[in-house]
């Protein structure tokens, strides 16, 4: 079926999907990323920096709806992700795996997992204590040394590899086509 023009309002069931998974992410990230010293953080200071309800953090985490643009922007930039697209992109998207390897670091960095289980590197106030880690246990400086004197065309090479590598511990029944 042909996707809707921008134009145009998309079919209530797709509009129902797009709802849902943003509302699953939403949630993730409320369950994850969290403030410091405390459990998590209120859909009252989320919606005080997004600019909108509580009620409404309360619907968009429960999947009854789904923000403007600029609403998922700031929702992206309050938790501290790259891009809007990790709530509106498939399980697949880079954009997607990447966000989804920084919060499953957080939560190694939380249960005292080895950097080595974590695939990835962490947000907030893990990441410099995860950063450094990997450069000592983990030979991080030593690769990147190394890498330096790779052409870009070969340094390309190695993270499409690296990115391969970190895809493969993914869910393959959430990979496109399966």
Same mark, same amino acid.
């Given at each position: ?12 069931? +797709?509009? @129902? ?5 943003? !509302?699953?992410? @939403? +949630? ?7 403030? &410091? ?7 009252? #200071?989320?919606?005080?920096? =997004?600019? =909108? ?5 309360? %619907?968009? *985490? ?6 403007? @643009? ?6 992206? &930039?309050?938790? *501290?992700? &790259?891009?809007?697209?990790?709530? $509106? %992109?498939?399980? !697949?998207?880079? /954009?997607?795996? /990447? ?5 499953? /670091? @957080? ?10 289980? +974590? ?7 893990? #990441?410099?204590?995860?950063?450094? &880690?990997? +450069?000592? %246990?983990?030979?991080? $400086? #030593? ?10 065309? /070969? ?22 086509? =399966?």
């Amino acid at each position: 079926m042909p996707s809707a023009r921008p134009d145009e309002i998309p079919p209530p069931s +797709q509009a @129902l999907h797009a709802a849902v998974r943003f !509302g699953q992410r @939403l +949630q993730r990230l409320v369950d994850v990323v969290r403030p &410091e010293e405390r459990q998590r953080y209120t859909d009252g #200071e989320i919606a005080a920096y =997004v600019g =909108v309800t509580p009620q409404y953090v309360n %619907k968009l *985490r429960h999947g009854k709806s789904v923000p403007t @643009l600029d609403k998922a922007v700031r929702l992206a &930039e309050f938790f *501290r992700i &790259e891009s809007a697209d990790y709530f $509106m %992109k498939t399980d !697949g998207d880079p /954009a997607v795996r /990447a966000v989804e390897r920084r919060l499953r /670091a @957080l939560e190694n960095a939380r249960a005292d997992r080895p950097v080595a289980e +974590q695939h990835g590197a962490g947000t907030g106030a893990d #990441e410099g204590d995860i950063w450094r &880690e990997l +450069q000592q %246990k983990h030979g991080v $400086m #030593e690769i990147a040394m190394r890498a330096e004197k790779l052409s870009p065309e /070969a340094r390309k090479a190695v993270l499409a590899i690296v990115d391969q590598i970190l895809g493969s511990d993914s869910d393959p029944s959430t990979s496109p086509g =399966v």
